[in-house]
T-cell receptor
Framework: AQKITQTQPGMFVQEKEAVTLDCTYDTSDPSYGLFWYKQPSSGEMIFLIYQGSYDQQNATEGRYSLNFQKARKSANLVISASQLGDSAMYFCAMRPNNAGNMLTFGGGTRLMVKP | DVKVTQSSRYLVKRTGEKVFLECVQDMDHENMFWYRQDPGLGLRLIYFSYDVKMKEKGDIPEGYSVSREKKERFSLILESASTNQTSMYLC?????????????FGPGTRLTVT
């Protein structure tokens, strides 16, 4: 079974600063994918970034980057130059590659960006 | 753009009622999912379907059933709603089981059972 842990229920960050949202995972599967989603107050889940377990480089998508440390089983999301619109819930998720499309989600982190 | 729609944003039902939550996607996706979201617990998978008339139990299927009669539509059914089923319900779809395909989510239905 897979488990995703997000240890920060809530975080504040000053506008224009960088912030790191923590995610650790537990799996016995050798091959898997890691995802981050954003959920604004409106409720929709927005895909942000993906990291494959065999990818040699950390994934980046605009202001989002994933600090992937395989040995530590961590996949932290880094948001650079925070904006007020980044205030939302953020979910880390994992999918073993032999599990079809079943995602396991963490409990989420609420990020609040201060002006 | 992929569009996943859910029949209601907010729903209030009484204990014991039969409840239908509908989800429709317009991108011919094979896989569809139903999650419930509760504070601190993240999203938990209730059921998923990888083809018409096919369904698989997720992590928390008790008290729920599903129906997929057409590829674009996936329904979640609460046979006899209970107060502990008060939650946010999210539907998602994805093209095929390839590792890089993210799931596309609907806007969610916030269900209150009184």
């Amino acid at each position: 079974a897979q488990k995703i842990t997000q240890t920060q229920p809530g975080m504040f960050v000053q506008e224009k600063e960088a912030v790191t949202l923590d995610c650790t995972y537990d799996t016995s599967d050798p091959s898997y994918g890691l995802f981050w989603y954003k959920q604004p107050s409106s409720g929709e889940m927005i895909f942000l970034i993906y990291q494959g377990s065999y990818d040699q480089q950390n994934a980046t998508e605009g202001r989002y980057s994933l600090n992937f440390q395989k040995a530590r089983k961590s996949a932290n999301l880094v948001i650079s130059a925070s904006q007020l619109g980044d205030s939302a819930m953020y979910f880390c998720a994992m999918r073993p590659n032999n599990a079809g499309n079943m995602l396991t989600f963490g409990g989420g982190t609420r990020l609040m960006v201060k002006p | 753009d992929v569009k996943v729609t859910q029949s209601s944003r907010y729903l209030v039902k009484r204990t014991g009622e039969k409840v239908f939550l509908e989800c429709v996607q317009d991108m011919d996706h094979e896989n569809m999912f139903w999650y419930r979201q509760d504070p601190g617990l993240g999203l938990r998978l209730i059921y998923f379907s990888y083809d018409v008339k096919m369904k698989e139990k997720g992590d928390i299927p008790e008290g729920y059933s599903v129906s997929r009669e057409k590829k674009e539509r996936f329904s979640l059914i609460l046979e006899s709603a209970s107060t502990n089923q008060t939650s946010m319900y999210l539907c998602a779809s994805t093209l095929s089981p390839r590792e890089t395909y993210e799931q596309y989510f609907g806007p969610g239905t916030r269900l209150t059972v009184t």
